[in-house]
């Protein structure tokens, strides 16, 4: 472990280089199509440019580095996360997944190794979705199954996807083209934080990931009636934004209730024309529901809907519910995960396995690839906070692990996984 540590060190220095780079004076955000993304996004093509890979950026904004192998027509391995962030994020969560590819493969480059298969380091332009309400701008253009549809989705400013691509200098005629076709997958490496207290609690620094949870996401608009808030009596108001109140409770109480391992969550609140003297006459609310399991997922959506319209209705409220995103559960690869779980048991941990319930970019990947990862231990399982943080010691940890996974795969490359 000794010998990785200087390795683990400048993964740190490169982590806290792009944690710099902020659209605020303040924290780290870094939404995508924004003059910090790009500016992070320029920061990894040079490094990787540096380490001798053939950089692009492609349609999208995806910073996309390939290091190719003697073998004419190989197959494409490609480790990947993202550079996007959520609001005043902390600094680990994607970039560690791209900056630890790129480590791996600087180290096998520097000591002169041939790998059979090519490799592409990706950093993803577009994860968290916060800036569109839907993830996986990035990675879906990479898997061939960008939804044209989103090009015409505006942000909170009234500017289109469309506008943002060719602001940034990308090409809305090319997303297709910059898809990997399905036969040239050989599979897709993703590290990334745990973002959850398991490997904190079990003293831990790594798990390989059994799979990751579905998610729906839903826009829901609560329509009232604004008024004065000092001439209309009580009894006689449709105040949206208490409906909304009950809905936040009661999806809260739901989830909390099912015990099957589904969460929902109200992250945003939006009341039209907000003023202390106004009854609220429309408010958006956002709901985010997630299992492993694909039943309890569409039961849990359905129920929360029928929730929601039941409020309504008491309350004399229309409700527009609409889903914006979803995604179903998905199996990390098996085979690929075998390899992983040797890679782990020989850097002498032992193996644990982890459903993510957070959503990653191996999620669309998984349509077209078999897809693998590797979960790195985070202080507290604390994550989309400041205060998201790894041990130096971990990330040594980790990269022992990922060198021996690389070579497991160098070894068995010729069988398809
Ligand atoms: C991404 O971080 C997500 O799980 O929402
Ligand atoms: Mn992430
Ligand atoms: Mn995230």
Redesign the pocket.
Known sequence: MTGTMPRAEKILSRINELASVSEAAKGITRRYGTAAAVEAGEKVRGWMRAAGLRVRVDAIGNIRGIWKSENAGADRLVIASHIDT?IDAGRW?GPLGVVMGLDLLENIISSGRKLPFDVELIAFCD???VRFHT?YLGSKVVAGSFERDMLDRKDGEGVSLREVIGMIGGNVEALEGDAIPPDQWLGYFEIHIE?GPVLYEKKAPVALVKGIAG?VRAEVVFKGMAGHAGTVPMDMRKDALCGAAAFILAVEELAARAGSGLVATVGKLQIANAASNVIPGEVVCSV?IRSADEVVLSQGHLQLKELCEAIGAQRALEVIWTVVQSSSPVVCDGRMNELLGKSIRRAGYEVLELVS????DAVPISAVSPVCMLFVRCYKGIS?HPQEHVETEDLAAAIVVADEFIHQLSEIWKYPL
């Open positions: 959520v969560d994860e968290e979705g993830t973002q998610q985010d319930g957070a959503g990653h989309h």
